[in-house]
């Protein structure tokens, strides 16, 4: 089944500790994203890639970073600058370049400082 | 810019009533729309999808929605709503140029009483 799987589903994370967060796809995606999810403030984007080896920040890159050697893989690493890292995190994919399609989403990651 | 806004950050129905979450965007150029759910602890799942065809959509789990393009909306109905439809649900809209980017809605809360 072609999908996206984030691992691990819960983390947990002393302060001042980086953490990285996994997302692998094989719906041979072209484009993929980082959403982190606050109660009551919907999907803010931190970074997406269109392609392998490039990517961009989004809204909310600050303390975050990310890596796109293969095109399978996006991992996200929460850096101890991040104020406020405690949140729902969801890695998405879609088609790319010119083909418009939906996004497609992995079962998110929940971390938390402890 | 694309921009999507959602009415109304929690409806409240009672089973077997009409379900109607609202979503107004803004394009400068035919948008392609999704609606998305999310389940508690769970990735978004795509609902249904306008890509210019049809302006009425008819999507999973009896949901279908209306492109109207004087009144810049998209609004996602479901004659009779089920205990099992509670959960969030979101708008978005892909960019025209950048198919590649998606703009999220804040999200809607539905809340069905028996």
């Known amino acids: 089944d072609g999908g996206i799987t984030q691992s691990p589903k819960y983390l947990f994370r002393k302060e001042g500790q980086n953490v990285t967060l996994s997302c692998e796809q094989n719906?041979?995606?072209?484009?993929m994203y980082w959403y982190r999810q606050d109660p009551g403030q919907g999907l803010r984007l931190i970074y997406y890639?269109?392609?392998?080896?490039?990517?961009q920040k989004g809204d909310i890159a600050e303390g975050y970073s990310v890596s796109r050697e293969k095109k399978e893989s996006f991992p996200l690493t929460v850096t101890s600058a991040q104020k406020n890292p405690t949140a729902f995190y969801l890695c998405?994919?879609?088609?790319?370049?010119?083909?418009?399609?939906?996004?497609?989403f992995g079962q998110g990651t929940r971390l938390t400082v402890v | 810019a694309q921009s999507v806004t959602q009415l109304g950050s929690h409806v409240s129905v009672s089973e077997g009533a009409l379900v109607l979450l609202r979503c107004n965007y803004s394009s400068s150029v035919p948008p392609y729309l999704f609606w998305y759910v999310q389940y508690p602890n769970q990735g978004l799942q795509l609902l249904l999808k306008?890509?210019?065809?049809?302006?009425l959509v008819k999507g999973i789990n009896g949901f279908e929605a209306e492109f109207k393009k004087s009144e810049t909306s998209f609004h996602l109905t479901k004659p009779s709503a089920h205990m099992s439809d509670a959960a969030e649900y979101f708008c978005a809209v892909s960019a025209p140029y950048n198919f590649n980017k998606f703009y999220f809605g804040s999200g809607t809360k539905l809340n069905v009483k028996p």
């Open positions: 306008y890509t210019s065809a049809a302006t």
């Open positions: 998405a994919s879609s088609p790319g370049g010119t083909v418009r399609g939906e996004a497609f």
């Open positions: 719906l041979n995606h072209d484009a």
């Open positions: 890639s269109q392609i392998v080896n490039d990517f």
